[in-house]
């Protein structure tokens, strides 16, 4: 996901009046269905978009994670198995191979995995095992009113059984936003006839798969839009043990973001060197129930992402003077907690 690209969603979001209603008493409910009493505390999680072998390689995933488990820290990274257009489970190149063989391990490192669904672009052929020119590009696809919740529940469920294919388990799904000029004048015919917000067979869908044990865990999280003030985890859909949520980012990517920039490189904009200032201490100082940043590979990666040093800063930083005060949690396990919790 692509911050520009999350004008849209992000002026309908805004608007809405349940964001603080979704906050309201979240803290509270989290800790009721902890082990351990956390009323005082602020989960912390992050979401890494675009993540692929393409931009740096499998060396570079297995950097990341072990990174994230010697620091005990969580989050979620996407998982594209389409980016190079044809899906790299049936037939992977060595260097696939071995990314997907860290993406496995994934989990057992603090790491879940989002379907930040197949391409990225274009809507993908799995009959032919390729992207094809042309196709309407997944994000938009999501907002387009007509389609069915069958029509999505068996394209995402043919995500799903890709990666069954190497052994992945998704935890997630993330918007695969786009800024292209197709997509933009869309959705503003959309938005001009009255459709501002995710098709709600979506929720459907991905409700139906988590009843069936598709995903990892009975609950599947969901990244779309975010804001550091108006923000909140959205019930979308449930039903018994399962549930689909919208677990809205309340920190945005000072780690380059997609353009690998080093002008968007910030690490004080999280937390500064002596703890006092930040979004993530401001929200723990406000008692807010979590903080849950995002990035993109592009920056973070620790090869040639001009971000990761920052990334490894913070991560120091928080350990240094926040340690008493948070609790590292992927996000799948934020929305599993909720949910188990009453939601």
């Known amino acids: 996901m692509m911050t520009a690209r ?16 979704a906050t309201f008493g979240l803290a509270r409910t989290l800790a009721e269905g902890s082990e351990e009493p956390q009323r005082h505390k602020t989960l912390l999680a992050f979401y890494c978009d675009d993540t692929s072998p393409y931009v740096a390689g499998a060396g570079a995933f297995r950097t990341f994670l072990d990174f994230c488990a ?14 190079k257009g044809y ?15 860290q993406v496995q391990r994934a989990w057992k490192c603090g790491i879940g995995t989002h379907m930040e669904l197949m391409t990225h672009r274009g809507l993908f052929d799995f009959e032919a095992n390729r992207e094809p020119e042309g ?7 999501l907002y ?18 890709e990666g069954e294919r190497a052994g992945l388990q998704f935890t997630g799904l993330t918007w695969p936003g786009c800024g292209c000029r197709a ?30 044990g598709k995903f990892r865990g009975r609950t599947v999280p969901c990244f779309f839009d975010s804001s550091e003030t108006n923000y909140g985890l959205h019930r ?27 002008d968007r490189v910030n690490p004080d904009y ?18 807010s129930p979590y903080c849950v940043w995002y990035a993109h590979w592009q920056g973070l990666n620790p090869a040639s992402g001009v971000g990761w040093r920052a990334f490894t800063t913070v991560v120091q930083r928080i350990r240094k003077h926040l340690s008493d005060r948070v609790v590292w949690m992927r996000p799948s396990d934020i929305t599993d907690r909720y949910h188990k919790a009453g939601g």
């Open 6 to 21: 999350r004008e849209f969603s992000r002026r309908e979001l805004l608007r809405r009046t349940a964001a603080g209603a």
């Open 70 to 83: 010697e620091q005990g820290i969580a989050g979620e990274s996407s998982g594209i198995l389409g980016a």
């Open 87 to 101: 899906c790299m489970t049936r037939n992977p190149s060595e260097e696939e191979r071995a990314f997907l063989d």
């Open 135 to 141: 196709a309407l590009h997944e994000g938009l696809w």
């Open 144 to 161: 387009e009113p007509a389609v069915t919740a069958a029509q999505y529940e068996r394209y995402f469920g043919s995500i799903i059984a």
């Open 183 to 212: 997509c933009t004048r869309r959705y503003a015919e959309l938005r001009a006839s009255g459709h501002t917000e995710v098709n709600p067979a979506v929720w459907q869908a991905l409700l139906n798969l988590a009843r069936q």
């Open 236 to 262: 979308k859909a449930s039903d018994g043990p399962s549930g689909v949520y919208d677990l809205m980012p309340n920190a945005t990517d000072h780690f380059g973001i997609w353009e690998n920039n080093p």
């Open 270 to 287: 999280d937390i500064t060197a002596d703890g006092t200032a930040g979004i993530i201490v401001r929200h723990v100082q406000s008692s």
